[in-house]
């Protein structure tokens, strides 16, 4: 008798269904490293003597081949094709016989697919280092354009003292500062080579680790063969967590434009075309953009715990959770990309409001600048205090609507160069 949940499909490809997933189109992703990787592999397995020179020629020029094919668009799996490995290996003795075989001697799928991602994650990396110092440049021109224009900031949401767009710009410039010291940390962890460590628990063949870690440009290797296979969904999630503060900076900046784009502030514009109407009232401008660059970013902070929770639990080793990192990391990726490269082309095209302190209800931000200046002169800070308040509360203070701020990394003296440095030395350690 048929099992009652038979839909007609035999049970073992049921289960093959379930297990492969999503995983044979992101591993396309992988295809061009898991050449790379296979290529370094075999050059090392002619230095140790498992592979004869002559043999290594021929792999080589047909390995080349199929990466060209990666490249120009034109790689495909075949439908029986369980992962990009097999893929590979099966194309290699499809051309060339037995030949093909060799390349899996001392390694298993397991440190392929790490080696595979290391190197995925170490082109992303640079991709992204280079994308944020975009958005940091831009935000350093901004920075330094407008950095005679005041506005109101706040504190508890309430109007509190001045502000200018020079600090505003400039403050998320410096934020990415930090997002890109944590970019490089995950440049670090990623920077070292799995390959040889097999199933995890090394070969008996003398692999020359070494030579493959020099070959395919790792700083170091993970050098215990277990520690390698546990840097499994650890890379990825700490890689996560630097894609996690970038968007978290992201976040707060589509924030502030979403605010400060409103009516009850106006205090920058973008062109009609950048923003959005509504369908009933014909006066809106509203910051669709902003909005989503807001809530993808918040989606991203989530990232490191559901790679955490994916691989909480586990004992060392390989286990098949680790598929499902791919799923999740490899399009995150993918949206961050978006949403640096739109954050930039809408800060191209933000204007700002040269006259916000012309409201009178921006008064009191200066009653502190008051402060100081009687301070300055002579008169002790509490009772200089006092008399504004009293004079804010009869209605007779009359605000002097200028700052006179001098200190490193005020409205008067932004430091940009000083943080551009910065950013560079950071910036320099992903290379």
């Known amino acids: 008798m048929a099992k009652i949940w038979n839909k007609g499909f035999d049970s073992n490809q049921l289960v093959s269904d379930f297990t492969v997933g999503n995983d044979r189109e992101l591993d396309l992703r992988l ?28 792999l080589q020029k047909e390995l080349q081949e199929i990466l060209k094919d990666v490249r120009k668009g034109n790689f495909h799996l075949d439908d029986d094709a369980e992962d990009i490995h ?26 392929q697919v790490l080696v595979d991602i290391k190197l995925y994650l170490k082109d992303e990396i640079q ?63 990623a920077d070292q080579n799995p390959l040889g460590s097999a199933a995890g628990y090394g070969s008996s063949f003398p692999l020359d680790r070494e030579a493959t870690t020099q070959e395919l440009h790792f700083a170091t290797m993970t050098y215990n063969v277990i520690a390698a296979q546990m840097g499994r969904g650890k890379t990825e999630r700490i890689v996560a967590q630097s894609m996690a503060n970038i968007a978290s900076t992201l976040n707060k900046l589509a924030a502030d434009n979403c605010m400060y784009l409103s009516g009850n502030y106006g205090f920058i514009s973008y062109p009609n075309e950048l923003t959005t109407g509504s369908s009933i009232m014909p006066h809106k401008k509203n910051p669709d ?6 809530v993808h970013s918040n989606r991203l902070q989530s990232l490191p715990n559901e790679i955490s929770m994916m691989t909480t639990n586990l004992p060392h080793g390989y286990h098949r959770d680790f598929q499902l990192l791919k799923e999740s990391l490899f399009p995150a990726i993918e949206t961050l990309h978006r949403l640096l490269k739109m954050t930039c082309f809408m800060l191209q095209h933000v204007s700002v409001n040269t006259h916000i302190l012309d409201d009178p209800k921006y008064d009191y931000l200066f009653t502190v600048e008051e402060v100081n200046s009687r301070v300055l002169q002579g008169i002790p800070f509490r009772e200089a205090y006092i008399e504004v308040g009293k004079e ?6 009359r605000a002097k609507k200028s700052v006179h701020h001098t200190h490193a990394g005020s409205i008067g003296k932004l430091c940009t160069e000083e943080i551009r440095k910065k950013m560079e030395k950071a910036a320099g350690e992903i290379k």
């Open 31 to 58: 295809a061009a490293y898991d050449i790379i990787g296979s290529m370094a592999h075999i050059k090392m397995l002619v230095k140790i003597g498992l592979l004869p020179a002559n043999e290594e020629a021929v």
């Open 86 to 111: 097999s893929q590979i290996e099966a194309m290699l003795t499809e051309r060339l016989g037995e030949m093909g075989k060799k390349i899996h001697s001392g390694r298993s799928r397991n440190d």
């Open 127 to 189: 991709s992204i280092r280079d994308e944020t110092l975009q958005l940091f440049d831009l935000l350093q021109t901004l920075s330094e354009k407008h950095k005679d224009v005041l506005l109101p900031g706040y504190t508890h949401g309430q109007i509190a003292m001045p502000s200018s767009f020079g600090l505003w710009f400039g403050a998320y410039a410096e934020t990415l500062v930090d997002d890109m010291h944590s970019l490089a940390a995950a440049w670090r962890v």
């Open 289 to 294: 953009v902003w909005e989503l660059i807001r």
């Open 392 to 397: 804010v509360e009869n209605g007779s203070y």
